[in-house]
């Protein structure tokens, strides 16, 4: 109704026509010269999408020889539409949610950018800005041209909405290369140089998320709150707050709550413990804790299965930079956190000076930032984190002068 009104207050009602369709189902009339696709799909997160929509996504885009994600949001489908139209000429310009330049189910998008759709133009806008107020989303302003013979994409950043105006670009990267890349929006951020003697974590630590659950109201109580043995009771970090409030070493384990995990085979129990355990699982089932996703999917469903504990600690996803903590306490962590294992042994003293170093020196540019500012780190763009060799490490005075 706005759209048709807007038409004829403006004299445009005999050149128009406003179809009220499902874009997927959307046919165009043969015409000449080139069609502007324009818009901005809304934004639908995959949850509120029918299981029908979702298999025409994977299935169309099988069509075309690409994988798609049915995890994958509503714009997603308006690209993949928008190559099934396009013909020699055409041009398009889409303000979406910007997640899919990073995250996997964007490799459609991806995939038909740097293919039919010849990406010309990407404009991501800064995350901390809202160009929809009182909507929690990130944009990017992305243009292709079908039939353009420039092999370059041009890309900008917009870090006040004032600049929409007057659109810049800060790069310039060839369309194959952009292809082979999984993660875009890390051309708009500042680039960390390499120093003499720096290396990437991931060379001496692996990273890895801590362990889902399934259940947190079922698995994770209280001391005192559950009647089991304490053997499948676990200090654990459940919460990011318990790290950000360390000092960075956590010895403290006394305010921690307990994860309940529990073996696959429980033969080795007491005749009374595995009475205790088995209520506790009639309570846990009761809860429906056997029928979530996670626990559907493990054998058996009750045992969580908590990594070892990791030498450090560290938040992953906050409106502020991670926290690294040194775990004198060994505990355990869920996936609130992430864990850092060394490849190979390291004393305390550099883990510690290892924990100290990245919470002073990591940025927020260093991670994926999303709407209103929260920035994640995924394990693998942890591990692309600069640190001094550990030789440096050990020399605290050396640690100082590197954090200056």
Partial sequence: MLARANLAVNGFVNRAKVTLVDYREVTLEEIDGATLF???PPYVRHHDIAPEHKAWLTDTAQMLGIRASQLAGLHAHFFLATALLVRPGDLGVFITSSEWLDVNYGELLRRLLTGPLKVLTIQVINPRLQPFPGTATTAV??????????PLVAIGRVEQLDDLK???TDVSILRAELAALKRWSALTSKRTERRAGFIELGEICRVHRGQVTGAN???????????LPTAVLWPAITRAQELFHTTGILDNIEALKLVIDLPAELDAFSVDDQARIAQYLKFAAAKDADATYIARHRTPWWSVKLHAPAPILATYMARRTPVFVYNRAKVRHINIAHGLYPREPLSVDILMALARFLTQSVTTDEGRTYAGGLTKFEPREMERLLIPHPDLLVDPQVVEELLQ
């Avoid at 302003?141 to 420039?150: H, L, Q, R």
């Fill in 166 to 168: 007057s659109l810049h």
């Fill in 38 to 40: 324009i818009g901005n």
């Fill in 217 to 227: 109201k079922v698995w994770v109580a209280r001391k005192g709150q559950v009647d």
């Fill in 141 to 150: 302003i992305t243009g292709f041209a079908v039939s353009t013979d420039s």
